[in-house]
């Protein structure tokens, strides 16, 4: 099995090895179509065999897609019993298959997609549960719901009658909004106000049924004259009241308020959920398990950094110098050109020591983009892949936030950042996810997009990537910065930590600037992201760094090797990658057992 892993990796050959002088050439962007080598060798790409469940996997992706174009009422019991019957007969088709009698391909293929039937019939009624918990704050929910889904009823829903509901509607959503200010204004312990969190969960939800009701009343509004002449006032009169609601609940319940817009307030899920989630990630660990790692984790980056610190001529005193490692930033205007020349000295590092197969296409056609001052409220650093945005102060950020920004985005932070995000990071897989096994894409775990970009960080650490003292901490800073991802996020969702003491942690721990630890914060909590993103970083890096040392570490792969087989089986768990590559065999009770961490199993040092 591994001469069958070796094969798929080599799939990846797919234009010719890289020139270093035309790689050069190409990343500058002054390549001409001539200077291209764009001969492709099929032979590789023809030799990559097909997994009989792809047929079936694409079938339940289209399948699924159909139900949930026709039932896209997302707060809909309708659509939420359809999918349970379809998930349903999913479970029970899969369950008969003569998982023996396929190839290797196709029986993780088949283990991937029991996985993710499995996982989505328990989030139906994880979503459920969630939403009844804020269902007495919106009594109106069924009466927009019930008219959303007559939208292309025939004979059409009476307008007369929809008027009614409408009017119904705005009555019930003022009542509401009198009865949270009454709770808010009692304070009564006996019958608590609605907590924070629950009303901010209550907003979204609120969003989404506005959203509906938008989208049935500009279905007939204009086209129909007895609709239109039914339904105008009634239906503005339900949306402003739903809006004031909605501007109370942000006010009152949550405390975001025009004054201070970037309270961060996001939903601990509990540990229940928390088990759950890793469950489906195929992660045998708990939560405490893994905050014990990140907690080792972090110790060992804080000893690297005093080590650097000392020969900077800090003694211990790690924190003062990170803060000289901040002071080397660029001038306004020169970082595009600053990602450029780091992105190729990465590309360079690889191909000098034959990591993995760098296809000169992929290097030729990254773009770049400046983030925006919001987004970088939520995003205070680089994001990668095909396109990188730049985060970088602009000129109506005030002085305080522009000096905060390029402090966090200084040439030694960004030396570590652009090979995360471009070239062998996220570009590169995601150059390999549309090329290899595509079919795959239902099961992306961001244990495996961010694991894969971990891995690369701590290779190029033990290759001695990183010459300088400086260089060190610049590379150390976002290792500890992912350790304590693992603590604050996970402590977090355990109820262990508050927002505030997750930004004063960053600061204090990691040497954050507080505007880069509060973007840091409010996306792991806001909800933008899955509850264990923020702890796949690391724990995918140890999970892709344990296989790394297990094949290559025991001679049966060369790191290029290694490398091309991962990407070849595109973004699934690791611990199915693992089968994959170790040719072990998939029965009907499987389950996953790796424990990655666990140095009598082969785990590697993470050094």
């Not at 409408?166 to 608590?192: C, F, G, M, Q, Y």
């Not at 739903?242 to 307030?265: H, N, S």
């Not at 970088?392 to 090979?419: C, I, Y």
């Not at 969702?493 to 990691?510: A, R, Y």
Request: aromatic content about 8%; some cysteine.
């Amino acid at each position: 099995m591994i001469a069958r892993s070796l094969a798929l990796g080599l799939t990846l050959v797919a234009l010719a090895p890289l020139d270093v002088a035309a790689r050069t050439a190409m990343a500058g962007g002054t390549a001409s179509v001539a200077d291209a080598d764009d001969c492709v060798d099929l032979g590789p790409l023809l030799a990559e065999k097909p997994s009989e469940m792809t047929p079936v996997i694409q079938r339940f992706d289209e399948d699924r897609g159909s139900i949930l174009r026709k039932y896209a009422v997302d707060l809909s019991p309708r659509r939420d019993e359809r999918l349970r019957v379809f998930l349903d007969g999913w479970l029970a088709a899969l369950d008969v298959v003569d998982v023996p009698s396929l190839s290797p391909a196709a029986q993780a293929d088949w283990l991937l997609l029991r996985n993710l039937v499995r996982r989505e019939r328990r989030e139906l009624e994880i979503d459920a549960t969630t939403f009844a918990e804020s269902a007495p704050l919106l009594p109106f929910a069924g009466d927009i719901t019930a008219l959303a889904e007559t939208r292309e009823a025939q004979p059409p829903y009476p307008p007369s009658k929809a008027a009614e509901d409408l009017v119904r509607v705005a009555t019930s959503a003022k009542d509401a909004e009198i009865a949270l200010r009454d709770a808010i204004d009692r304070n009564d312990p006996e019958h608590p106000r609605p907590s924070a969190a629950l009303c901010r969960r209550t907003v979204l939800f609120l969003e989404e049924l506005r959203r509906e009701l938008r989208a049935w009343q500009g279905f007939r509004a204009g086209y129909d004259p007895d609709f239109s002449w039914w339904i105008g006032e009634p239906y503005r009169a339900a949306d402003s009241a739903l809006d004031a609601y909605a501007r109370t609940l942000r006010e009152r319940g949550i405390g975001q308020t025009p004054d201070r817009p970037d309270l961060i307030v996001g939903t601990p899920i509990g540990r229940d959920a928390l088990l759950a989630d890793l469950e489906s990630e195929m992660i045998p660990y708990t939560p405490e398990e893994l905050v014990a790692i990140g907690e080792r984790e972090y110790a060992w980056c804080e000893a690297e950094l005093k080590k650097a610190a000392a020969e900077m001529g800090f003694g211990d005193d790690w924190r003062a110098a990170l803060e000289r490692v901040k002071t080397a930033y660029v001038e306004p205007g020169d970082q595009p050109a600053l990602i450029r020349e780091l992105a190729d000295e990465a590309v360079a590092f690889l191909v000098a020591n034959d990591l993995v197969t760098v296809p000169p296409l992929a290097v030729e056609t990254w773009r770049m983009e400046m983030m925006s001052p919001e987004r970088q409220m939520v995003t205070p650093f680089f994001t990668g892949g095909e396109v990188i945005s730049v985060s970088f102060p602009t000129a109506g950020m005030t002085h305080e936030d522009k000096l905060m920004s390029m402090r966090g985005n200084n040439r030694h932070f960004s030396r570590a950042t652009v090979h995360h995000e471009l070239i062998p990071g996220h570009r590169l897989q995601q150059w390999a996810e549309a090329r290899h096994r595509p079919y795959r894409h239902p099961f992306r775990t961001p244990f495996w997009t961010e694991g894969w970009a971990l891995h690369w960080e701590m290779l190029f650490w033990d290759r001695a990537f990183a010459r300088t003292p400086e260089e060190r901490i610049g590379m150390l800073f976002w290792r500890i910065h992912r350790a304590a991802r693992i603590i604050f996020s996970l402590k977090y969702h355990l109820g262990q930590m508050t927002s505030d003491e997750c930004v004063d942690f960053l600061v204090e721990k990691v040497g954050h600037e507080r505007a880069n630890a509060e973007g840091e914060v409010r996306r792991s909590v806001s909800g933008d992201y899955a509850p264990l993103y923020q702890a796949a970083y690391m724990i995918g890096g140890l999970q892709m760094r344990a296989l790394h040392r297990d094949l290559v570490g025991s001679g049966r792969m060369t790191e290029r090797q290694f490398h091309d087989a991962v990407l070849a089986e595109n973004n699934i768990p690791i611990e199915v990658l693992r089968v994959i590559l170790r040719g072990e065999p998939v029965t009907k009770d499987w389950k996953p057992s790796w424990r990655f961490d666990d140095p009598t199993l082969g785990a590697p040092p993470t050094r």
